[in-house]
């Protein structure tokens, strides 16, 4: 019994940990900084995909504003020609609405409004990458946020076939990442399985 029940645990560490691994190391050389994207020769990505995060009494939280502050640094580098942003949002303009809170944040960060796309059905990672190609049909994107999340991201982005590079948004250690670590372990493992089904 005890030898059976080592080898579930074994079997279920496994399950949780390779598809890490796979993503991990598959996806790892596609992830940059704003500083080496800088220096490439060409810079023909259509747009930067910034993911939205929570937002707090209308202001960005401070995993989203450094998400913006990436967006805004590519855009004023002239790496991108425009920012869509990708969260969730309101169709009547009522209630919890993350892409308004980044368009006004952008705004005040002196980003025309013409430079930016309001994508308010971006319910998820795997949502937002696939209405890219579906609803924008954008092919070359760059993809903006926390490295941790970048992997995943990234990864979705090669099985739904858009072509991309993840660039780190990190600028400071922020409270709670090592739950936000945690959390993603198993978030990767439910986007394995949905790169390869395509839902």
């Known amino acids: 019994m005890l030898k059976k029940i080592l080898i579930i645990i ?13 993503i991990l190391v598959t996806t790892s050389g596609q992830i940059t900084t704003l500083e080496h994207i800088s220096t490439q020769d060409s810079q023909d990505y259509e747009c930067a995909l910034i993911f939205g995060a929570g937002v707090r009494d209308g202001k960005p939280s401070p995993i989203l504003q450094e998400r913006l502050n990436m967006g805004v640094a590519l855009y004023q580098a002239g790496i991108v020609p425009k920012l869509l942003l990708s969260g969730q949002g309101s169709a009547d303009g009522q209630g919890y609405d993350e892409v308004i809170v980044m368009r006004e944040y952008l705004l005040a960060k002196n980003v025309p409004d013409t430079a930016l796309i309001l994508d308010k059905s971006g319910f998820s990672t795997y949502e937002s990458i ?3 190609l579906k609803t924008y049909n954008l092919q070359k994107v760059l993809l903006v946020t926390q490295k941790y999340h970048l992997y995943r991201a990234v990864y979705l ?6 072509e991309t590079i993840g660039v780190i948004a990190d600028q400071r250690r ?14 990767r493992d439910k986007d394995f399985i949905k790169g390869i089904i395509k839902p």
């Open 10 to 22: 074994l079997v279920l560490i496994l399950l949780i940990f390779l598809p890490n691994l796979y």
């Open 174 to 187: 922020l409270p709670g990442q090592f739950m936000r670590e945690i959390r993603e372990v198993f978030a």
């Open 130 to 132: 696939e209405r890219c």
């Open 157 to 162: 982005a090669n099985q739904l076939e858009l």
